[in-house]
């Protein structure tokens, strides 16, 4: 991999994030070829061929009565670009989730970070475990937007003055902040997307409420699209049940 010379790299700001899903083997009829099995047998394979639209009561049974293993039986890979404090919340996500990252080791990183955009809510109110985000100021906008921006670019000049120097990239990089954005890959199955999106979403169907940080909720609901259309019986039955992960 090359690295790009340091004078063509100018910061850049975001404050959004990308979700990709890059492949998939996911559908409705993995969950009920695999929950079929108990008392079909063989015959269970059927289910491939048929229409799952027709046996959509027994997913929501089996989501309601948290039989959660057929649910696990399908694949997807999501590429995912976004800042690095939102992979260090993700990589709490452990069972059922396989990830690999950027490497700051191999590659020279490039000035992407993350500003949040005019809508992100910058204001903590109430005590812990009982608190709400406000909208901030415009005056407060403008005071966290122009220093992140300063201090992004201060670490960036650091991190490019002791490459410059000869200095290894994987000592380099310790100067560089959270708010850098990294790329990775990350697959999961139904179950643990359930899971993650319990937990990293806000939604009035939730039984168990939820306070996600927005950045990694922002990636959550992005996801969230993508399997609803891979598996929409499937997505319905953990809505109608409290999306609680069986």
């Not at 800042?83 to 490039?110: A, D, K, T």
């Not at 670490?155 to 990775?184: H, I, K, W």
């Not at 990694?216 to 609901?221: G, K, L, P």
Request: aromatic residues 10%; glycine residues 6%; contains cysteine.
């Amino acid at each position: 991999m090359t690295d790009t010379p340091a004078d063509d790299l100018k910061p850049l700001f975001r404050s959004d994030v990308t979700v990709e899903l890059i492949k998939h083997t996911a559908s409705d009829a993995d969950v009920l070829f695999a929950a079929r099995v108990s008392t079909a047998g063989e015959q269970s394979l059927e289910e491939l061929q048929k229409d799952p639209e027709r046996s959509k009561g027994l997913i929501n049974y089996l989501m309601r009565d948290r039989h959660g293993s057929p649910f696990e039986h399908n694949s997807m890979t999501f590429f995912v670009s976004a800042p690095i404090f939102v992979f260090r919340e993700f990589m709490r996500h452990r069972v059922g989730w396989s990830y690999n990252e950027e490497s700051g080791r191999y590659r020279e990183l490039e000035p992407v970070f993350y500003v949040p955009g005019e809508d992100r809510k910058l204001v903590q109110q109430g005590r812990p475990g009982k608190y709400e985000f406000v909208q901030g100021t415009p005056e407060q906008h403008k005071t966290v937007t122009a220093a992140m921006e300063e201090s992004y670019r201060q670490s960036y000049a650091a991190y490019q003055e002791m490459l410059a120097a000869g200095v290894a990239r994987e000592v380099a990089r310790a100067t560089l902040p959270v708010g850098l954005f990294s790329s990775m890959y990350a697959t999961c199955n139904a179950r643990s997307l359930m899971h993650f999106l319990g937990l990293r979403t806000q939604h009035e169907l939730a039984k168990v409420p939820s306070f996600p940080q927005r950045e990694i909720e922002m990636v959550a609901e992005k996801m969230e699209a993508e399997w609803a259309e891979l598996m929409p019986l499937t997505h319905a039955a953990y809505n109608a049940n409290g999306r609680v992960a069986p």
